[in-house]
């Protein structure tokens, strides 16, 4: 029985091998990660063996085919602008979120138009019984016949299917139910979920079918199993956003097709998720009024600007230490910016708890969104209002100077069309301003000068 067989451990965080077991994993510092698991050593069966046999000769550059309009769009227009333009054949694309966020659901929507548009698609379940399925979909709307559901785990089943059905696009939801005869570790262990990822790979990419795979995500925010898996395939999505909120956020994190700056934003409505074309005016909505320590502020997210309220709460601590805490931004960045403001500015902020929030859950690192913290920051210590017609974006330096940021012009666009009167932007942005009737633009180029202006 062993013939075959060899004992190794992985850790489970990011899929270091090794041949005795380790208190610490050498790859990734984590303590007590690794786990036993028996491998197979036999010659790698099936497809794997038969590629390796195929002759391959190089070409020439010139020779190799590239035409654009081989991509599949999904007509999920969000969806299809993370991917970076559409489903490209022979992909393999790993969907990673919560349990419940909306992976099975959007992947599901995805079948329907695919089938739509006469696409065979293979929707393989290893989560839900085929009624079950049958259930949600009832929930989205009418399928056409193109679509096809398999309840299998099976990896070699599901090979010998889909070489024998050939599909267009194939479902896999989700990894971590999926398993390999030859591996005798349970389903969702490090070598089952990279064995199973490395056959679709194979699939994927020798018989050009593009394949989604669900993975579920551990309370760490990583795919649950190794991040191994993440190095495999061509492109990572990640479901952002508080499941109890009704939005979800779609992120690329790796994308060997197109930009990992994109994303995609969602409702979660009762047939399922819907596309928000314009995400700034989702994410505004609801904003208080005439209430102190709110400010609109601007982040470009891959091509596009998104407007965003960031919320502070300045108060007199009652603590020898102030307490801080920083939602949906950067905390290190928050503590840096307030040292700014008070070494620069002189508010003495030392001795005040402060909280800054990200208004929707959104998460934002982009330095533009400095200028807005600290406005935010000082509108709630000296209890003024900024008014909700103003925006305000440009990154702060140590020393309080405003400083340029990129596609300064694409921001007051979207301010402006979002109905903002006045925007508050680096001096820096001055020359590369065109097209600017009907929205005020306030160059500074201090700190001090865009609280001078909000304190007038
Ligand atoms: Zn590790």
């Known amino acids: 029985m062993l013939k075959n067989k060899k004992i190794v451990y992985f850790c489970q965080e990011c899929g270091f091998e090794s041949a005795k077991w380790m208190g610490q994993c050498p790859g990734c510092k984590a303590w007590n990660t690794f786990v036993e698991e028996a491998i197979s050593t036999k010659k790698p069966s099936g497809s794997a063996a038969k590629s390796q046999d195929k002759r391959q000769e190089p070409v020439i550059l010139k020779d190799i085919n590239l035409s654009e309009d081989e991509r599949q769009t999904c007509g999920i227009g969000e969806l299809d602008r993370v991917l970076g333009g559409g489903i490209v054949p022979g992909s393999l694309v790993l969907v990673g979120g919560d349990p419940g966020i909306g992976k099975s659901t959007l992947l599901l929507q995805v079948c329907r138009n695919l089938a739509e548009k006469d696409v065979s698609v293979l929707y393989i379940s290893g989560e839900e019984s085929l009624r079950q399925i049958k259930l949600r979909a009832n929930r989205i709307g009418t399928f056409k016949d193109k679509l096809q559901l398999l309840c299998e785990t099976n990896l070699e089943v599901i090979r010998e299917i889909i070489e024998r059905k050939k599909p267009d696009v194939v479902i896999v939801d989700s990894i971590q139910t999926m398993f390999h005869e030859d591996i005798s570790s349970a389903p969702g262990s490090v070598s089952q979920v990279r064995e199973s990822t490395n056959i679709l790979m194979q699939l994927a990419k020798g018989m050009g079918v593009s394949i989604f795979i669900v993975g579920h995500v551990t309370k760490e925010g990583n795919v649950a199993g190794p991040r191994v898996l993440e190095h495999m395939v061509d492109t990572v999505l990640y479901f952002e956003g508080d499941r109890h909120a009704s939005y979800r956020i779609l992120r690329a994190v790796k994308n060997r097709f197109g930009s990992t700056n994109e994303i995609g934003v969602f409702e979660m409505q009762s047939s399922g998720l819907e596309e928000v074309k314009n995400p700034s005016e989702f994410l505004l909505n609801g904003r208080p009024e005439d209430a ?165």
């Not at 997210?301 to 603590?319: D, K, M, W």
């Not at 002189?346 to 990200?358: E, F, K, M, R, T």
């Not at 694409?410 to 109905?419: F, T």
């Open 292 to 456: 102190s320590g709110s400010v609109v502020a601007c982040s470009m997210e891959g091509t596009r600007p998104i407007l965003v309220e960031i919320q502070a709460l300045v108060c007199q601590s009652n603590f020898g230490i102030p307490r801080r805490t920083a939602v949906g931004t950067d905390f290190n960045r928050v503590n840096l910016l307030m040292a700014v403001l008070e070494k620069k500015v002189g508010i003495h902020l030392a001795s005040a708890d402060a909280y800054v929030n990200i208004a929707g859950g959104m998460k934002m690192t982009e330095p533009a969104i400095d200028l807005g913290i600290c406005l935010a920051v000082v509108s709630s210590y000296k209890d003024i209002v900024i008014p909700d017609t103003v925006m305000a974006f440009g990154e702060i330096g140590l020393s309080g100077e405003v400083r340029a940021v990129s596609m300064a012009g694409q921001r007051v666009q979207e301010a402006k069309k979002l109905g903002f009167e006045t925007v508050i932007l680096p001096e820096v942005c001055r020359s590369s301003m065109e097209n600017t009737q009907g929205i005020k633009l306030v160059y500074v180029s201090r700190i001090q000068d865009a609280i001078s202006y909000i304190m007038k």
